[in-house]
């Protein structure tokens, strides 16, 4: 972190057309930006830099990302209620994208004061929104009802890649289950 503006100056120096940026510098890095679209802006963290003609752009494809690539296997949000676990930079990109078509988000988080601050930004989407702890007790409740789930925590990501966020007993046959990790591929939860 102690190198980042030496690094993103880097970029223009060496001619690249872009890199992608990962946590924990999505939110620091703007900074060092000479632009920030406005979804990035709003969501407060940026994952793709564009190098055009010299200026610097920031950007965030976590949430567009996130639903093409459930498009891509069939699943749609409209009018389907999800359950987002976590509240960080992508779980924030990927409410604010997903909210604008789903009757229904919830979004869990262990620290229930950042899933209700995301919650209340998201009002104005006129999904209903709910946010609160992540814990078994809400996710059971909670599941029966649910569409889709996304993990968008780091529950499961190498070298902790033995863990799930939520026990296999409680998610049932016609749900969506989506785990943003990349590193595995294959988590406790999609497994």
């Known amino acids: 972190s102690g190198e980042l503006k030496t ?3 880097g970029v223009k120096s060496l001619g690249l057309q872009g890199l992608n ?12 930006l000479d632009e920030v679209d406005v979804t990035a802006k709003s969501v407060g963290v940026v994952n793709t830099v564009l190098c055009d003609h010299g200026k610097l752009i920031g950007y965030n494809t976590d949430g567009s990302g996130a639903i093409s690539a459930l498009q891509e296997n069939g699943v ?4 389907k209620k999800m359950v987002l676990l976590g509240a960080g930079g992508a779980a924030k990109a990927i409410a604010y994208q997903a909210s604008k078509d789903l ?3 919830v979004i869990l988080n262990r620290t229930p004061e950042k899933a209700k601050k995301l919650a ?8 209903k929104v709910k946010s609160g702890k992540l814990s078994q007790e809400i996710v059971k409740t909670e599941m029966p009802t649910t569409d889709i789930l996304v993990n968008a925590t ?11 966020p939520l026990p296999s007993d409680i998610l ?20």
């Open 120 to 127: 209340k930004s998201l009002k104005s989407f006129g999904a």
């Open 7 to 9: 690094a993103i100056l």
């Open 154 to 164: 780091s529950v499961g990501m190498y070298p902790n890649s033995c863990f799930s």
């Open 21 to 32: 940026i990962t946590m924990p510098h999505k939110h620091a890095v703007m900074n060092y």
């Open 172 to 191: 049932h046959s016609d749900l969506c289950v989506m785990d943003i990790i990349y590193n595995p591929l294959d988590t406790q939860l999609a497994k």
């Open 103 to 105: 009757d229904e988000l």
């Open 76 to 79: 749609y949000t409209e009018e």
